[in-house]
């Protein structure tokens, strides 16, 4: 069972590029979370889906859209890469119930240079 | 205004001592779930334990157990028997309203000393 698989584990970006963090989930979720977490700090919601075809801002969305064509998959994509981006970012999936855990994969570190 | 707030920036332990961290909560929701999550060096973030705002008893989950006072709106998790592997950052979280959102803290660097 993979559970939360994001890719890639690294990356470095000059200012100005543009990447998609991948997200994938293999447990059939409804719920799924783009989260920041920026050096010493907790994680800060950027976006979040609550099935295919639905989703809104979070917390802190400004730089970044997301898609949901699939229950499985949860891109994240930065547009003109900026150095207040880097950061680490963790994508995160639950079935949907109130007191279950959320599911966070791996993180993707990104440096915006 | 901040919603989950862990005043204990770090927090130092001898090994096999008992140690609480500190998390306080602000919410009107009456329905609402607190969650504390481990992330050592490595970065993954370890679910430890959850407590439900309309649960009679304090959640425990081995040596971890949650310390929930309604009416203080804090939420402390206690670890016993302190353990060298238990050095990491512990994120305390609330999830609050619809879609199951969680709101993290900024965090307690736990050192667990020899």
């Known amino acids: 069972n993979a559970g939360v698989t994001q890719t890639p584990k690294f990356r470095i970006l000059k200012i100005g590029q543009s990447m998609t963090l991948q997200c994938a989930q293999d447990?059939?979720?409804?719920?799924m979370y783009w989260y920041r977490q920026d050096p010493g700090m907790g994680l800060k919601l950027i976006y979040y889906?609550?099935?295919?075809?639905?989703?809104d801002k979070g917390e802190v969305p400004n730089g970044y859209n997301v898609s949901r064509s699939t229950t499985e998959d949860f891109p994240l994509r930065l547009e003109l890469a900026a150095p207040s981006q880097t950061s680490v970012y963790f994508c995160?999936?639950?079935?949907?119930?109130?007191?279950?855990?959320?599911?966070f994969g791996s993180g993707t570190q990104l440096s915006v240079l | 205004a901040q919603k989950i707030t862990q005043t204990q920036p770090g927090m130092f332990v001898q090994e096999k001592e008992a140690v609480t961290l500190d998390c306080t909560y602000d919410?009107?929701?009456?329905?609402?779930?607190l969650f504390w999550y481990k992330q050592p060096s490595s970065g993954e973030m370890i679910f430890l334990i959850y407590?439900?705002?309309?649960?009679?008893q304090n959640a425990t989950e081995g040596r971890y157990s949650l310390n929930f006072q309604k009416a203080r709106k804090s939420a402390n998790l206690v670890i016993s028997a302190s353990q060298l592997g238990d050095s990491a950052m512990y994120f305390c979280?609330?999830?609050?309203?619809?879609?199951?959102?969680?709101?993290f803290g900024a965090g307690t660097r736990l050192a667990v000393h020899p």
């Open positions: 447990m059939n979720h409804n719920y």
């Open positions: 979280a609330m999830r609050e309203g619809g879609y199951n959102k969680l709101i």
């Open positions: 889906s609550v099935g295919a075809g639905i989703t």
């Open positions: 919410t009107s929701d009456p329905s609402y779930g």
């Open positions: 407590q439900g705002s309309y649960d009679q």
């Open positions: 995160a999936s639950l079935r949907g119930l109130t007191n279950e855990k959320l599911f």
